[in-house]
């Protein structure tokens, strides 16, 4: 796993020295996601240049060094990410390529240089983001992996001069680098606790979007020569597994699944450095150990975080798991300082606001487990896929609930609501139950905070980044979450908060035929009892007996109410300070005031929202 970086100078007037000075820079802020190894290129005659930063797993020797040049000299690439199948693509290629290493970013630099860019992109398996030059056509290509695995950030610094990045910092670290927030993705980010792509918290800058390529010709002037295709959509997906849904029992249908998981699982443990897993105890987690211990002739090694607080820790209930399976099993209690200690360290882990508190235990488990690994599996996916989420069982019962109260009475019900009960779980349905549609539903249960139209988070009227969605229940919630929520909250978290202890994670629940497959699943198969991921039940009951499996969910989260009434006390008070609000001239203090007095007092539990202010406050700090 790498960081890499690059620009375009459409000028092409650039000194070498000062391209080079920038580009160094811009590699250099990314030493967390590849300490092993460094390297730039540039072409001064079509103001060029690529970064990359190494972190070896396969093939660790000089020969798998970027940017990676192809044997004819046509192509150059940088790329961060691991290919699951290139063994298989080398084979098909070495009548045609003479290999100078084994490494997977020869497999895809040849790739390229014998199938093309679409070909390549839809014959290779895994995590990935890269850019490839190309000296014939002069053309620049990035491009991002099928569900968002690998983060990718490019934009414009100038109306000559494009950069991209791995993450956002490196963007940043060009002395070009002068953008301003963008106040819509801001009220969006305070609202839910994240950014969605392709917006990023700054103006002219993108997430490029998952299963997405972009090509840059440099003979045509700025932005005219830039060309976005989608080679791979979810959304098409859906729509063919509608038409056309895997036939057969429900026990040979999830047979087959178990088969195509414990394939993907197999193909992301090799490696030429220690691997291992994380491990929570719940379905997901305890799955992919399984699948692992069962294709090992060795112990697995496995880690988990501890919490003293009985309501977030997760830890004893992975011990057991790991007991039964006789995984190579680590724990680390988490003190209150070892949690505080990451709060300094989350705005340059995330490069932009990010709000999911669970980034702090995220950081621990990759960073306990960088002591003893360099990659990690990790179950996340299993909760879009499979409805894990009780969110969907909430629009279910909210909607049902709604549909025989009448619509003057719904609205009217958050204000009386208000006045009869400080049940912060009563206060949520009441003000959920005033939506307009199922989308606004579904808006309003991802967000961390619903406001009544008149109060507004930022002092500016802002018309919000919309997510354009359009939802009905229940299967297009887990639709809209796989191509929103997860890449823009679940797998950023993981992939900074993994980089930021330089470790790999890799999600095998997302391997791309897991995913096409469970979509193409009946409906009463996928979702028998739902909100209980049965299938991944049914095959994780054949490695762990139900009574160490069948528990209530819990969330992998910190207690973070109550630190922001004790111990966080004076940390977020001075962030949240009237002086500290007003420096920026972007929040609105008296509404931030209100809610965090509130939850001072105990009166109402107002931590997700007033995190996500901190976070943005840290951040801009």
Known sequence: MCGITGLIDFTKSTPKKSLESDLNRMTNSLTHRGPDDCGIWSSLEYGVGL???????????????????????????????EIYNHHQIRTSLTKNYEFKSNSDTEVLLASIEHYGIEKT???INGMFAFAAWDNKDKKLTIARDRVGIKPLYFGWLSPNLLAFGSEL???????????????????QFLEYG????????YDAVFKLMPGTYIEIDTNKKPKDGIISKKYWSLRKIKESAQEKPLEGSEAEIILKLEDILKSSVKKRMIADVPLGAFLSGGIDSSLVVSLMQSQSNKPIKTFSIGFSENKFNEAEHAKKVANHLGTDHTEFYVSMQDALNVIPEL???????????SQIPTFLVSKLAKQHVTVALSGDGGDELFGGYTRYQWANKIYDLSSWVPSKIRFSIPHIAKLITKNDRALKLAQLLPYKNKTELYENLLKQIVLPKKQKILKDNIRQNQH?????????????????????????????????ASLEARVPLLDHNVVEYVWRM??????????????LRQILYKHVPKNIIDRPKMGFGVPIAEWLRKDLNSWASDLLSSDNIKKNDLLNYDLINKYWLEHQSGKRNWSAFLWNVLMFQSWQK
């Open 51 to 81: 970064g990359h930063r190494r972190l070896s797993i396969i093939d660790t020797s000089n020969h798998g060094r970027q940017p990676m040049i192809s044997n004819s000299g046509r192509f150059v690439i940088v790329y961060n990410g």
């Open 121 to 123: 992109l839809n014959t």
């Open 169 to 187: 910092k490196s963007l940043t670290r060009h002395s070009a680098f002068k953008n301003k927030i963008d106040k819509a993705s801001l009220q």
């Open 194 to 201: 994240y950014v969605s792509a392709p917006h990023s918290i």
């Open 347 to 357: 705005p340059n882990m995330f490069d932009e606001p990010f709000g999911d508190s």
């Open 468 to 500: 354009n969605i359009e939802v009905i229940y229940p299967t297009d919630m887990q639709f809209h979450d796989f191509i929103n929520y997860l890449p823009n909250d679940i797998l950023t978290k993981v992939d900074r908060a993994s980089m930021h």
């Open 522 to 535: 009946p409906y009463q198969t996928r979702f028998k009892n739902f909100g209980n991921k049965d299938p």
